[in-house]
């Protein structure tokens, strides 16, 4: 009897609490995928969505908008030198930390400083360039630079978050300090590592009331499971893309609407220019004509995708060139193989060079992504039709960069053949990407992990560099696409859509901003007036 | 009896001197390095002397051998360091999901352990019998099945679909409660990945109960105890059960060790935030640190529990006691 009792007990208290305690007008549930350390600048893990929710924390001078251009943000004037070196800022009065304490001048100067000394993978790069930075009161500030850089705008200024200097100016160990004191539209009220962080509006955001009052966001570490929720209605949206499989479900789902824009992140067949027999052009135009990209963006991405331009610059972004394009065909990859002297000496299905060696190479695709695994298949398979053997090596992460870009470093070499490789969307939104991809000096080609060498391209990527007129930079890159497209040191497969879901009932007025997704600033704020 | 402890304790440290050595030397034998994970995913703009710095940082450009005693005297001071992902330190991440992991995954071995025993007793007992067979097959079934698939089935039907219990994680994100509600909070987030992990582990213990109460059954003193007249209930409880319990408790015992090492696949389902993940996520990111720290645990963990069965055996079983 007594058992029973308590098993109604139970019963009861377990269907009392059924009912989901938040839920509340103003509270967005927005699912993560991992650990973001303590969303401050020096311990946010990812690029995306890291950076983008670090930013609604700590902001940097500029925003990008919505079709990435940095606009003024914390800045409210600014003006810059014919030659480009010196820029001059004047900021929005009366900024505030969540602290309380004013905003200043001085914790600019402190912060672009502090990175300096304090090596970060992703500032101290940014800031390379400083020669000096002066303050003249709390809302002005000059920075010069000791040469004209195309990527200033866009990497420190829209980039770099500032830190308070009267918090930061003692630490010696960023990596272990977790203070989340930063000045924008929110605060982190709560953190649980590994489980959810907690972020409330900021109410006195000097550009306006943000448009959320709570973001709470979970740690959801399994696609299908994060799906399985938002349909569920137990996450409002999620950082998550949405798979292609899932699209039509999703769109005929009520309650929830599915967003789709470009997406700059790419995929692509990386060559080893230094490959004996992969260096040789011939070769390389003939596996790429073998790939039938539009095949694969239909079975791959159900169609949501673009196939990839060969110059690697996605066909909505502002510099693409449209006089750069590229058709694939077996005919012609046989008949490039076969002008080039690769023919099936042994009768053994596969070609060999003209000195015998046969054309079989290692094909490296990264583990837990399915769709590149996918993806490497089917270019064994069409390779395998022209007889060229490709034998796919799926791997995890760090193997596969420990063949490919060991350590980090271009300068350390390479050793494999060929991998399935992509880049993220924020190489696409880089100034001077092709020459960080293309350059063959690797202080200067950081991503350019096939080897590269081409002479013109170099002298296009200095001077990419230098040029701060972007009519001029559209000149430059266009020219480096036309190179890059005809020497083939990589093969642009798709770019895959971004496609984003969320609850209609919570939150709708999401900004996409192109190549990216809905997770950003201007989502959640809108700009300040001048 | 000192000599007992002073031959077997020396064992054990020979033991986890070898993990010691072991937990340093694996993980840095894994191809690549830690460094997109020590300087974030932009590293490649790194140049030289910021990468000597960063590898200078954490103790990485020493020698070997030097790290090697760094991380001995670390962990004699009882240090286990500082993550290189996250710079926090190891004691406090392990010390916030440990909790986690043994509630769940030591629940789930208790009860697993006792459901199956008491269903492999009652079905070798009734021998042949549609209990017997019936509860065999369904054993085999949970046996077979790969753990993330039930888990994704139990959110479909439980969560997904009747709403009973939550989708994911530890506790309602964000939800201030205190007291009861806490407690419920909890208890209902644990129930499913509580579950799945519970009936995986059932089969093994089911089985192994089977097999041994049907041996016990064939025993001579089970024929003298019915002989005796005992009722078939005594016999089975006093006489067959306590004898064929020996192996039971024997994997238990292995297992208890094991917990500290979490169940990985069942807590990325759930987004439970238990030792399991920490480990995994580690191994990605060549987390040295992390990967060294918890492995530690581990081992100790696996030590003491096999020092508690060789305490215990004695008594569960008169036969090894030592004259």
């Given at each position: 009897?007594?058992?029973?009792?308590?098993?109604?007990?139970?019963?009861?208290?377990?269907?009392?609490?059924?009912?989901?305690?938040?839920g509340?007008?103003?509270?967005?549930?927005?699912?993560?995928?991992?650990n973001?350390?303590?969303?401050?600048?020096?311990t946010?893990?990812?690029?995306?969505?890291?950076w983008?929710?670090?930013?609604?924390?700590?902001?940097?001078?500029?925003?990008?908008?919505?079709?990435?251009i940095?606009r003024?943000?914390?800045?409210?004037?600014?003006?810059?030198?014919?030659?480009?070196?010196?820029?001059?800022?004047?900021?929005?009065?009366?900024?505030?930390?969540?602290?309380?304490?004013?905003?200043?001048?001085?914790?600019?100067?402190?912060?672009?400083?502090?990175?300096r000394r304090?090596?970060?993978?992703?500032?101290?790069?940014?800031?390379?360039?400083i020669?000096?930075?002066?303050t003249?009161?709390?809302?002005?500030?000059?920075?010069?630079?000791?040469?004209?850089?195309?990527?200033?705008?866009?990497?420190?200024?829209?980039?770099?978050?500032?830190?308070?200097?009267?918090?930061?100016?003692?630490?010696?160990?960023?990596?272990?300090?977790?203070?989340?004191?930063?000045?924008?539209?929110?605060?982190?009220?709560e953190?649980?590592e590994g489980?959810?962080y907690?972020?409330?509006?900021?109410?006195?955001?000097?550009?306006?009331?943000?448009?959320?009052?709570?973001?709470?966001?979970?740690?959801?570490?399994?696609?299908?499971?994060?799906?399985?929720?938002?349909?569920?209605?137990?996450?409002?949206?999620?950082?998550?893309?949405?798979?292609p499989?899932?699209?039509?479900?999703?769109?005929k789902?009520?309650?929830?609407?599915?967003?789709?824009?470009?997406?700059?992140?790419?995929?692509?067949?990386?060559?080893?220019?230094?490959?004996?027999?992969?260096?040789?052009?011939k070769?390389?135009?003939?596996?790429?004509?073998?790939?039938?990209?539009?095949?694969?963006?239909?079975?791959?991405?159900?169609?949501?995708?673009?196939?990839?331009?060969?110059?690697?610059?996605?066909?909505?972004?502002?510099?693409?060139?449209?006089?750069?394009?590229f058709?694939?065909?077996?005919?012609?990859?046989v008949?490039?193989?076969?002008?080039?002297?690769?023919?099936?000496?042994?009768?053994?299905?596969?070609?060999?060079?003209?000195?015998?060696?046969?054309?079989?190479?290692?094909?490296?695709?990264?583990?837990?992504?399915?769709?590149?695994?996918?993806?490497a298949?089917?270019?064994?398979?069409?390779?395998?039709?022209?007889?060229?053997?490709?034998?796919?090596?799926?791997?995890?992460?760090?193997?596969?960069?420990?063949?490919?870009?060991?350590?980090?470093?271009v300068?350390?070499?390479?050793k494999?053949?060929?991998?399935?490789?992509?880049?993220?969307?924020?190489?696409?939104?880089?100034?001077?990407?092709?020459?960080?991809?293309?350059?063959?000096?690797?202080?200067?080609?950081?991503?350019?992990?096939?080897?590269?060498?081409n002479?013109?391209?170099?002298?296009?990527?200095?001077?990419?560099?230098?040029?701060?007129?972007?009519?001029?930079?559209?000149?430059i890159?266009?020219?480096?696409?036309?190179?890059?497209?005809?020497?083939?040191?990589?093969?642009?497969?798709?770019?895959?859509?971004?496609?984003?879901?969320?609850?209609?009932?919570?939150?709708?007025?999401?900004?996409?901003?192109?190549?990216?997704?809905?997770?950003?600033?201007?989502?959640?704020?809108?700009?300040?007036?001048? | 009896?000192?000599?007992?402890?002073?031959?077997?304790?020396?064992?054990?440290?020979?033991?986890?001197?070898?993990?010691v050595?072991?937990?340093?030397?694996?993980?840095?034998?894994?191809?690549?390095?830690?460094?997109?994970?020590?300087a974030?995913?932009?590293?490649?703009?790194?140049?030289?002397?910021?990468?000597?710095?960063?590898?200078?940082?954490?103790?990485?450009?020493?020698?070997?051998?030097r790290?090697?005693?760094?991380?001995?005297?670390?962990?004699?001071?009882?240090?286990?360091?500082?993550?290189?992902?996250?710079?926090?330190?190891?004691?406090?991440?392990?010390?916030?999901?440990?909790?986690?992991?043994?509630?769940?995954?030591?629940?789930?071995l208790?009860?697993?352990?006792?459901?199956?025993?008491?269903?492999?007793?009652?079905?070798?007992?009734?021998?042949?019998?549609?209990?017997?067979?019936?509860?065999?097959?369904?054993a085999m079934?949970?046996?077979?099945?790969?753990?993330?698939?039930?888990?994704?089935?139990?959110?479909?039907?439980?969560?997904?679909?009747?709403?009973?219990?939550?989708?994911?994680?530890?506790?309602?994100?964000?939800?201030?409660?205190?007291?009861?509600?806490?407690?419920?909070?909890?208890?209902?987030?644990?129930?499913?990945?509580?579950?799945?992990?519970?009936?995986?582990?059932?089969?093994?213990?089911?089985?192994?109960?089977?097999?041994?109460?049907?041996?016990?059954?064939?025993?001579?003193?089970i024929?003298?105890?019915?002989a005796?007249?005992?009722?078939?209930?005594?016999?089975?409880?006093?006489?067959?059960?306590?004898?064929?319990?020996?192996?039971?408790?024997?994997?238990?015992?292995?297992?208890?060790?094991?917990?500290?090492?979490?169940?990985?696949?069942?807590?990325?389902?759930?987004?439970?935030?238990?030792?399991?993940?920490?480990?995994?996520?580690?191994?990605?990111?060549?987390?040295?640190?992390?990967?060294?720290?918890?492995?530690?645990?581990?081992?100790v963990?696996?030590i003491a529990?096999?020092?508690?069965?060789?305490?215990?055996?004695?008594?569960?079983?008169?036969?090894?006691?030592?004259?």
């Open positions: 009897m007594r058992r029973l009792a308590l098993v109604v007990l139970l019963g009861a208290a377990l269907a009392a609490t059924t009912v989901p305690v938040w509340q007008a103003g509270t967005l549930r927005m699912a993560i995928t991992q973001e350390g303590a969303l401050n600048p020096y946010y893990v990812t690029g995306y969505p890291g983008n929710l670090m930013t609604l924390v700590y902001e940097p001078l500029f925003t990008p908008d919505a079709d990435n940095p003024p943000w914390l800045v409210r004037r600014f003006t810059t030198s014919a030659d480009g070196k010196t820029w001059s800022f004047t900021l929005h009065p009366n900024l505030k930390w969540h602290d309380g304490r004013p905003f200043t001048a001085d914790d600019i100067k402190f912060t672009y400083e502090y990175v304090n090596t970060h993978a992703r500032w101290t790069p940014q800031v390379r360039n020669e000096s930075i002066e003249a009161g709390p809302t002005a500030l000059t920075i010069k630079l000791s040469a004209a850089s195309s990527g200033f705008l866009a990497q420190p200024l829209a980039d770099l978050p500032i830190l308070p200097r009267h918090l930061w100016e003692s630490v010696a160990e960023p990596r272990r300090f977790n203070d989340v004191v930063g000045s924008g539209p929110y605060r982190v009220a953190m649980r489980q959810f907690r972020l409330v509006a900021n109410d006195t955001y000097f550009a306006g009331r943000p448009k959320v009052r709570e973001l709470i966001l979970p740690i959801i570490r399994d696609a299908t499971v994060t799906f399985t929720a938002l349909k569920a209605a137990e996450i409002d949206t999620t950082v998550r893309p949405l798979s499989e899932l699209v039509a479900e999703f769109e789902a009520g309650g929830i609407k599915v967003v789709r824009g470009a997406g700059y992140a790419s995929t692509l067949l990386q060559f080893n220019m230094e490959h004996a027999i992969l260096r040789d052009l070769l390389r135009q003939a596996i790429a004509n073998a790939i039938n990209t539009r095949l694969m963006v239909r079975l791959l991405l159900l169609g949501y995708g673009v196939v990839g331009s060969p110059g690697y610059v996605h066909p909505d972004s502002p510099f693409y060139n449209p006089e750069v394009t058709t694939a065909s077996k005919a012609k990859a008949q490039l193989l076969n002008e080039a002297g690769y023919v099936d000496r042994d009768r053994d299905g596969i070609r060999d060079a003209p000195d015998g060696t046969p054309l079989r190479f290692t094909l490296l695709t990264l583990a837990g992504n399915p769709i590149r695994v996918r993806g298949d089917l270019i064994r398979t069409w390779l395998r039709d022209v007889g060229i053997d490709a034998r796919v090596l799926v791997q995890e992460d760090a193997s596969i960069i420990a063949q490919v870009w060991p350590d980090f470093d300068c350390k070499g390479r494999f053949d060929m991998a399935v490789f992509g880049w993220s969307a924020p190489v696409m939104n880089r100034t001077t990407n092709l020459r960080d991809l293309f350059h063959s000096d690797c202080r200067f080609g950081t991503i350019n992990i096939g080897g590269y060498r002479t013109v391209v170099d002298q296009l990527g200095v001077d990419l560099a230098a040029t701060v007129d972007v009519a001029k930079q559209k000149r890159l266009f020219d480096m696409q036309k190179v890059i497209a005809a020497d083939v040191p990589i093969h642009v497969l798709f770019y895959q859509d971004g496609i984003y879901a969320y609850r209609t009932d919570k939150h709708t007025a999401w900004v996409y901003q192109k190549g990216q997704g809905i997770v950003n600033k201007l989502s959640f704020v809108d700009p300040p007036k001048p | 009896m000192w000599r007992f402890f002073a031959g077997r304790g020396a064992q054990y440290l020979l033991v986890l001197g070898l993990t050595t072991l937990n340093f030397a694996l993980p840095r034998m894994m191809p690549g390095s830690p460094m997109v994970f020590l974030g995913e932009d590293v490649g703009f790194l140049e030289p002397q910021q990468r000597a710095q960063l590898y200078a940082l954490y103790g990485l450009d020493q020698p070997q051998w790290q090697f005693l760094t991380y001995l005297g670390n962990l004699a001071r009882g240090e286990l360091g500082y993550s290189f992902q996250r710079g926090r330190p190891i004691a406090a991440m392990i010390g916030e999901r440990l909790p986690y992991t043994l509630l769940l995954v030591g629940l789930a208790v009860l697993a352990t006792l459901i199956g025993a008491a269903l492999g007793a009652l079905a070798a007992w009734r021998r042949g019998g549609s209990f017997d067979l019936g509860t065999l097959g369904v079934l949970f046996e077979s099945v790969p753990s993330f698939w039930l888990g994704m089935i139990l959110i479909a039907v439980f969560a997904a679909g009747l709403k009973w219990f939550p989708i994911f994680g530890a506790v309602t994100a964000g939800a201030a409660l205190s007291g009861w509600a806490l407690v419920v909070d909890r208890a209902r987030h644990l129930a499913l990945p509580l579950a799945t992990l519970t009936l995986i582990t059932i089969p093994g213990t089911y089985l192994i109960m089977r097999y041994s109460m049907l041996a016990v059954l064939g025993e001579q003193y024929a003298t105890a019915r005796k007249g005992l009722a078939e209930r005594v016999v089975l409880r006093r006489h067959a059960v306590r004898n064929a319990l020996l192996p039971v408790a024997t994997v238990f015992m292995l297992n208890l060790g094991f917990i500290a090492s979490g169940a990985t696949v069942t807590e990325t389902v759930f987004s439970y935030p238990g030792i399991g993940r920490l480990l995994y996520e580690a191994v990605l990111n060549r987390d040295y640190p992390v990967l060294q720290g918890t492995f530690f645990i581990i081992t963990s696996v529990a096999n020092i508690l069965a060789d305490l215990a055996y004695p008594f569960i079983d008169p036969r090894v006691r030592r004259r």
